[in-house]
């Protein structure tokens, strides 16, 4: 990357970003901040090789991007990150643990044919209610955490390749369908489809879309994730607008154009993808409500998913699509700025840290007092209802998309049930 030593001289290590970084916040050392990471990089671009605790801090990074937001300077951690993740995966060995470790995880969760195989053994799991948390945390804290974090029973819903508009027309979209979100959350997608379709949208899913690469991006995974990133571009060649309702996957598919930026014949195409990427709560925000919207009468404490509020500077719109719900009540989170510790697979490399971050978030929706805790990413849901049921407390989780489709539909007892 050419311009990456300029891109660190951006950073002026003034400090602004220290209060938002969770694991400056958990730690409070100077290496596990923005700016000490920052200075890491500057030793490695000046010819130190990576040491074993200079890819320790590294890895402890989320990648939320809370600093982003906050730097006066403009300084574009995340890009100098994603960098810097890639270098190490190329130049740095890992032990053979965290080597086979990572190679398991990327082998499942980019790819839904192989989550859709899981489905039923985890149903079958948890089903018996066996409770295998202790044997698994004294063979691996990754392992207890992959098993604290399943995501909840769900029937499997089979979207058509074309959901017409009700009524007039207004646009033709694009819809990702994602992997998690796919297989663990279809009701998410259901909910999606039946929401832009209620707001005159004609909604092409294509059939043949896999990963967006986001995952990989995020974790240094260069290659695969340009690979990916092509294969989403081909999928929607077709449609003007991509409708996203993962926020890890839409801050991803907005940057294709600089993951693709070094390869001519993709890197046109690559910008113009990024151009036509919208957030669903972006995009409904901006074609505005035609459908009626039902009284809910529901308390509502909104979480900013850090690839939407920081990564993609949305937070504005999905607040103010559920207060044109009439009856909903918003209840604001304290500290927002701060990650729930999910981040990706944050949570299953990172668990200790991951369950520090999201006991801090737990608590600070606990505080709302709320009925219904609403995400718009899908490990988000996962990180705070487990860290809720750690503290003995349950609470019912939807997306923005299930919440705006109950009012629509004038049904609401369904978004008060938590999902187990």
Known sequence: MEDFPKLLDDCVHCGFCLP????????????????????????????????????????????????VTACPSGVQYDRLIEVTRARVEDDKPRTRTDRLLREAIFAFFPYPKRLRALRWPLRAYQASK?????????????????????????????????????GERRAVVGMLTGCVQREFFPGVNAATARVLAMEGCDIVIPKGQGCCGALSLHSG???????????????????????????GCGSAMKTYGDVLADEPEWAERAQEFAAKTR??????????????????EITVAYHDACHLAHAQGIRAQPRDLLRGIPGLEIREIADPEICCGSA????????????????RKAGNVSATGAEL???????????????????????????TAE????????????????RR
């Open 20 to 67: 938002t970084c969770p694991t400056y916040e958990l730690w409070g050392e100077e290496m596990d901040s923005p700016r000490g990471r920052i200075n890491l990089m500057i030793q490695h671009e000046e010819g130190e090789p990576f040491s074993d605790s200079m890819v320790e801090h590294f890895d402890r990074c989320l990648g939320c991007m809370a600093c």
């Open 130 to 166: 066996i409770n295998m948390a202790p044997l698994l945390h004294r063979i691996s804290p990754t392992l207890a955490a992959m098993e604290r974090l399943a995501p909840p029973r769900a029937e499997h819903v089979r979207l058509p390749e074309h959901v017409p508009a009700r």
């Open 221 to 247: 995974r260069s290659a695969e994730a340009k690979a990916f990133a092509k294969e989403t571009i081909e999928s929607f060649a077709d449609v003007e607008v991509v409708i996203v309702n993962a926020a």
């Open 279 to 296: 957030d669903l709560s972006e995009y409904l925000a901006e074609l505005g409500p035609r459908a009626t919207r039902h009284p809910l």
């Open 344 to 359: 990706g697979v944050y949570n299953l490399l990172q668990p200790e840290a991951a369950g520090e971050l999201g006991d």
């Open 373 to 399: 805790l609403v995400a718009a990413n899908p490990g988000c849901s996962l990180q705070i209802a487990t860290a809720l049921r750690r503290r003995g407390e349950e609470i019912a989780v939807a997306h």
């Open 403 to 418: 919440v705006l489709d109950a009012s629509i539909r004038g049904i609401d007892k369904v978004l008060l049930s938590p």
